[in-house]
């Protein structure tokens, strides 16, 4: 099969696993039964997630996926991003869904979709990013919300989540021409009027990402680096997944700071949970898009 139809396939995969979860999750799941779950299902497909399902409720905007001790569950009354992705030989599919348990944040979760298809309407070969932005910005303005400044899209390319070309969702100056061929994820998140429109790092961090080889005399570290750039291709991944593949070589290691101390040594990037700098609730609408000479296909939406 040619690469454009493993992204079809793996779009399909995730709007169905989208589609299907958005009504099955409730108040009071537990977040770790939901993420396992979730990844479970994108094995049994023959793919892979191409990152720890995310799962960030109300003021935490993304970043955050359970850890193996996990006891957090869907608050009542709250506002959830369900972040899905999924790899298929490479190529990379990411969306993202707002399900709200409080009829309080439809509005900004409408928002967010509907600045997702003022920019969708807008991309197509020649189109700038800079136009693209625009065009999610001014939707989100007139709708009385805020948008997150330092939150952006991203180009996808075979096994790079995150290739150099953001789409964000605030006036750009990017001059970037979109083509045929291209992929991207674009995202629009939305806070109220009260939010500060920001996200800042919080003290948590449960995903991480190969970076470089360092030189260490820890064999854990090693494996743990090989493991990262190996089985998982240099995609994110967390603790959960770092326990289950390597078992007992963790027996009695707190897996976590293991991690953590990687990351401060240069082998991992870490990737902190952001959470909006006001505390303001957040909503979040992504699919991941592929620039025809027509147009802009949703690669993870039913048509």
């Not at 348990?101 to 967010?112: I, L, N, T």
């Not at 189109?127 to 805020?146: F, L, T």
């Amino acid at each position: 099969m040619s690469e454009e139809d493993d992204y079809f396939r793996a779009g399909e995969a995730l709007s169905a696993i989208l589609d299907r979860w958005q009504s099955k999750i409730k108040e009071g799941m537990s977040l770790i039964s939901i993420a396992e779950d979730i990844e479970k299902e994108i094995t049994e497909m023959g793919m892979k997630p191409a990152f720890p399902v995310n799962l960030s409720m109300n003021e935490i905007a993304a970043h955050y996926t359970p850890f193996p001790s996990d006891r957090s569950y869907v608050q009542r009354g709250s506002v959830l991003k369900l972040d899905v992705g999924i790899v298929l030989n490479g190529c990379i599919v990411d969306a993202a869904r707002t399900i709200c348990f409080s009829d309080s944040y439809k509005k900004m979760s409408d928002v967010a979709k509907e600045a997702f298809y003022e920019a969708v309407r807008v991309m197509k070969p020649g189109a700038r990013i800079m136009d693209v932005s625009r065009a999610i910005y001014e939707r989100i303005k007139n709708e009385g919300m805020k948008p997150i400044k330092n939150l952006a899209g991203h180009k996808i390319t075979k096994y790079k989540l995150h290739s150099g070309i953001d789409v964000p969702n605030y006036p750009s100056l990017s001059l970037y021409k979109l083509k045929p061929g291209d992929v991207f994820a674009v995202e629009p998140f939305v806070t109220t009027q009260e939010g500060e429109g920001i996200v800042l790092n919080d003290n948590r961090t449960y995903i991480f990402s190969f970076k470089r080889n360092v030189r260490t005399s820890s064999s854990l570290e090693k494996t743990l680096m090989r493991l990262a750039q190996k089985q998982f291709m240099g995609l994110p991944f967390c603790e959960r997944w770092v326990k289950k593949e390597m078992g007992k070589d963790l027996a009695g290691k707190d897996t976590a700071q293991l991690l953590k101390g990687l990351a401060k040594k240069g082998g991992l990037y870490d990737y902190p949970v952001l959470v909006e700098a006001r505390g303001m609730p957040v909503a979040q609408y992504e699919n991941t898009v592929m620039i025809t000479e027509d147009g802009a296909v949703i690669l993870t939406e039913k048509s």
